[in-house]
């Protein structure tokens, strides 16, 4: 059992992308939590969690923005959310759509559709869900990102789709910050670097990960939940890895 630090209980949480491996466990870590009352679990694909669970399951689009607008009108009665966690993204999609390795490999249609996924996206589920976060307490609204999105730590290259979509997201989640401290002081909006976790996303990529450094989704959820926790005002606007490091623009 935990429970999420520093926030004032009990919580209504709002988890979009709940169907993936990093957002599954996230949904799960906070149903074993004690001071999370409800979960509003958001997907492509509306999951059953049962009558008896705390989870709400609700459908909702990336690519289609009234259906972001409808999941957050859906949550109005259940208002105010004491956290927002964004556990959607795209780095590959069968032979369409793979990481560059060149720039040869760039491809408009395949580029738009990571920057529709990974930024647009998350965009307009901030634009809508915003609104909701609880104020004069603790609120968080946390996307995942990923280190691959910053622009000093980039020593490989390559993955230019992926990368500057989620380059793009960081500043998102900056600017979001900024007008969010103007509505919402004590409102905080982050990104998080789930660390390499072993999902369908990171599967054709784990080869060359050290022992050790590939953690399963539940171990990244409850890594994630503990920054979260952790998390003062002056953090927000920034992105944080696993570990609670700043992960540097
Ligand atoms: N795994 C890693 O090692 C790693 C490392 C760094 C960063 N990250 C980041 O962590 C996040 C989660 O990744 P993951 O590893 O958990 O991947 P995953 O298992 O592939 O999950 C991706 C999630 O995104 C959702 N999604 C994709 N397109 C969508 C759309 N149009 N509308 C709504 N939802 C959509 C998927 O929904 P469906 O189930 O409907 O497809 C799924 O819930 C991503 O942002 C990723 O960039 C992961």
Known sequence: MISIQSFDGPLNVA????????????????????????????????????????????????????????????????APLHLVFLASGLLHQSTEMQPEKTWNNLDPTAMEHAFKINSIGPALVAKHFLPL??????????????????????????????????????????????????????????????????????KPFQRGVPPGKLFTPAESAAYLLSVIGELGPEDSGKVFAWDGSEVPA
């Open 15 to 78: 988890v979009i992308g709940a169907s993936g491996g990093i957002g599954s466990a996230v949904v799960s870590a906070l149903e074993d939590a004690t001071n999370v009352a409800r979960i509003f679990a958001f997907s492509r694909q509306i999951r059953n969690y049962g009558n008896a669970s705390k989870v709400t399951a609700g459908q909702l689009d990336l690519l289609r923005e009234e259906s972001i607008s409808n999941a957050a009108k859906s949550l109005k009665s259940s």
């Open 133 to 202: 976060l609880a104020k004069n307490q603790k609120s968080v609204f946390a996307a995942l990102s990923a280190r691959v999105g910053s622009i000093s730590d980039n020593g490989l290259g390559g993955w230019y789709s992926y990368r500057a979509s989620k380059s793009a997201l960081n500043m998102l989640l900056k600017t979001f910050a900024i007008e969010l401290a103007r509505q919402n002081a004590s409102a905080l909006c982050v990104g998080l670097h789930p660390g390499t976790v072993d999902t369908r996303l990171s």
